[in-house]
Structures are given as structure tokens and as C-alpha cells.
């Protein structure tokens, strides 16, 4: 007679997860736990393409995904939840689409959002664990927060050029938090997105599949997750580096006496603010576009690298990368309006500071970037 976890199953699933059921510390009782478990993707990009895939094939019975984006040509080098067909769709229409491919006995719950401190309480207080597959720190931020407060563990994946770093944060499991370990954002421009400093396309399927497994460990509650532990891996080396963390009982948000009790402005906490200051003049994508139809005189500056300019810009922009702009300051008018752009308002906005602090003082930030102009001015201009 079968039991009564296994008659929670039919005969496709259990045929399907035999390879699970054959484990002897894994077995029935932990497919039960991941068929009744529920996990939420922050992310349906290069993180979570991998993430959601093995978690689906897994059992894990409800995956929570989101994302507001379309698929891109640039996302199909590393986010393999995407075909060449899917290029303009919804990412998490596509993405529901394949998953359920993979295992039609699980539910998807599509998100199209992005997560912010409006809905992130919410969609947080629905699931078991949460996986973040981002690459802002705002967003890396906000989630840890409200998993700290609701308690729910937080399984962190970054990935930039060959090297990854993955972690499990749940101080109410006894680690540390995220803030812990990062209790300030690095200034604007220090760090460079994916899209800015690139990431070889096997690495988040690494990353990610990392990410999946401590999920699945979790969940299930086998194995040992990397609570205050930080994996870094070297992929040029092949190299793996495992770092202790400690929880610091000063943090504002898990610390012994927490200032942090509530979402906080989070794009202003880690100097992304794109508000008009003294420090950085802003202006619209609407306002640029204004400017080149009544052809108001402006220089427009595009400070983003060479191949990100090769898949799409904003005709009539001259291109000098960041890295570039202070040996090239005498290719820049200093008796016209020069407005400066990148890719999302990061790089361009300490562009602005190094301008103003050579004697340019009628220079302003592009904020959202081609990325803004591309979604509200001109779909036709590709962003890399």
C-alpha cells in the first residue's frame, strides 16, 4: 500500500521525480515539503532564467516570478529561459510559457512589476524564500529589508564579468543580514551593472543553479545552507572561496536595537536619486526630446561604453566612455548646453560632477537614460 505522502502524487509526478525518491536523504518526505513550498524571483533575467528552471523541474509547487522587462537580443547570450522567438515579448509571459513546459504539475504566478517598497511587503508575505536575481543595489536592499521583517530567508546571487558571489541571509535562522555585510551602497558608478561591465553567459547559470540548490536545501530542510557564509567563485580560475560573515548587532535593520523598521527611499540611500539637486542639474528624456524637435541649441554626451553604442544610441550623441571623459574634456563645447546620457542615469550623473568640477557649468544628467528614452521617446533605439 502506498503512503499517505505518496498519495499526494500522481503517477506522472512520481514517475517524474523518481530520481529525487531514490535519494535515501531526500526521498518522498522532502518532495512533499517542495510540492507544498512556494519561492518568489525577484528577477526573471540572467539569475532567474536558471533559477526558476531547476526549481520548476524540481517540484517546488508555486514560483512567484518578477519582472516588468521584454525580452532583448542582448539577454539571449546568458538568460536561456528565452528563445530568439521570444525577442519583444513579456518576459514573464514567456517565461510561464516555458516553465510550465518543464513541469506542468507546478503553478507560476507572474509579478509584471518591478519590486518596490509600494508592493514589496506584499508579494514578500506570499512565499516561503526569496531569491534575488537583480543586479541595483536598491532593489538588493529593499528585499533583504522587508525578509529581516517578515522573516523569510533571502538567497543572494551576484555576477559580474567571470566572477559570482552567492549567500543565504536569515538572521532569524541565526545568520547575518545583506546590510551586515554591506552596511553602505558603494558611490554611483563605482560598481558597473552587467550591461556596463559585462558577464560571460555560462556564469549566472553557475550563480543561479547555486541559488536554486539552497532554495531546495530550505525548503526541503536537508543539508546545511550557506547561513553566514559568503561563496565567491573565480570562473577564469575555477576557483571557489568560501568567507565567514557575522551578524552585526549594530545593524539598523537585525541589529539588537533596529532604526530601520520600515521601507526607506532607497534609489536616495544608495545616491541614485534622479530628484534635480545643486549637485547633479537633471533633466527629462522628455525635456531632450523637446530640445532636439524646437532644435535648441545642446551638445548630448553619451558616456556609456563602445559596444553599448554599437547596438543602439540617440542619433546626433558623441560618444567618449567614463573611463575616457577627463582625457577628452577638450572635444566638449564650453559655451553650449551639454547634456549627459548613459545607459540608466548611474554613470552619466558622476559624468556630471567630473564635468563641473573642470569649469563646464551648463552640463545636466539624462535621467532613466537611453533606457528612459528608448521606452518613452523612441522604441526603435536597442539598448545593450
Known amino acids: 500500500m502506498p503512503s499517505t505522502a505518496e498519495l499526494e502524487f500522481s503517477t506522472a509526478e512520481l514517475q517524474r521525480y523518481a ?37 520548476a523541474a524540481a517540484g517546488v509547487g508555486r514560483i512567484g516570478i518578477v519582472d516588468a522587462d521584454t525580452v532583448d537580443a542582448s539577454n539571449l547570450q546568458r538568460q536561456i529561459l528565452y528563445s530568439t522567438a521570444d525577442i519583444g515579448r513579456k518576459k514573464l509571459d514567456a517565461a510561464k510559457d516555458r516553465l510550465l513546459g518543464i513541469n506542468p504539475h507546478i503553478v507560476i504566478e507572474p509579478h509584471v512589476a ?8 506584499e508579494l514578500v508575505a506570499n512565499y516561503d524564500v526569496v531569491l534575488d536575481g537583480t543586479d541595483n543595489f536598491p532593489t538588493r536592499y529593499l528585499s533583504n529589508d522587508v525578509c529581516v521583517w517578515q522573516r523569510k530567508a533571502n538567497i543572494y546571487g551576484s ?26 551602497p558603494p558611490p554611483p558608478g563605482l560598481v558597473p551593472t ?48 568560501t568567507v565567514q560573515l557575522r551578524r552585526d548587532p549594530e545593524c539598523p535593520v537585525c541589529g539588537i536595537n533596529p532604526t530601520i523598521t520600515e521601507p526607506i527611499d532607497y534609489q536616495g540611500f544608495c545616491g541614485m536619486s534622479n530628484s534635480n539637486t545643486p549637485d547633479i542639474p537633471t533633466v527629462t528624456v522628455q525635456d ?42 577638450g572635444e566638449l563645447p564650453r559655451d553650449q548646453k551639454i547634456l549627459v546620457h548613459c545607459k540608466a542615469g548611474g554613470r ?29 521617446i523612441d522604441p526603435s533605439v536597442a539598448v545593450g
Not at 522532502?30 to 526558476?52: F, N
Not at 549567500?167 to 545583506?178: I, R
Not at 555560462?202 to 559568503?230: D, N, R, T, W
Not at 552640463?363 to 528614452?373: E, S
Open 19 to 55: 530520481r529525487h525518491l531514490a535519494i535515501p536523504e531526500f526521498g518522498i518526505e522532502a518532495q512533499r515539503k517542495l510540492k507544498a513550498g512556494s519561492v518568489l524571483c525577484i528577477g526573471a533575467g540572467g539569475l532567474g532564467s536558471p533559477v526558476t528552471m531547476y526549481l
Open 348 to 376: 552619466s550623473a558622476k559624468a556630471v560632477g567630473i564635468l563641473r568640477q573642470n569649469g563646464f557649468t551648463d552640463v545636466h544628467n539624462v535621467a532613466g537614460g537611453i533606457t528612459a528614452w528608448s521606452r518613452e
Open 288 to 329: 531632450l526630446h523637446e530640445a532636439r524637435q524646437t532644435k535648441a541649441p545642446h551638445f548630448l554626451l553619451d558616456v556609456r561604453e563602445p559596444t553599448e553604442y554599437a547596438v543602439g544610441c540617440i542619433e546626433g550623441s558623441k560618444l567618449i566612455p567614463l573611463g575616457e571623459l577627463e582625457s577628452r574634456l
Open 159 to 184: 555576477i559580474l564579468r567571470f566572477e559570482g558571489q552567492v549567500s543565504v541571509f536569515a538572521p532569524h535562522l541565526g545568520g547575518p543580514c545583506y546590510r551586515c555585510m554591506v552596511p553602505q
Open 194 to 241: 552587467c550591461a556596463e561591465g559585462g558577464v560571460l553567459g555560462v556564469l549566472p547559470g553557475i550563480v543561479g543553479s547555486m541559488q536554486a540548490l539552497e532554495a531546495i536545501k530550505i525548503i526541503a530542510g536537508i543539508g546545511a545552507p550557506l547561513l553566514a557564509k559568503l561563496l565567491h567563485l573565480d570562473t577564469l580560475a575555477m576557483r571557489f572561496r
Open 114 to 121: 518591478l519590486f518596490t517598497s509600494a508592493n514589496a511587503r
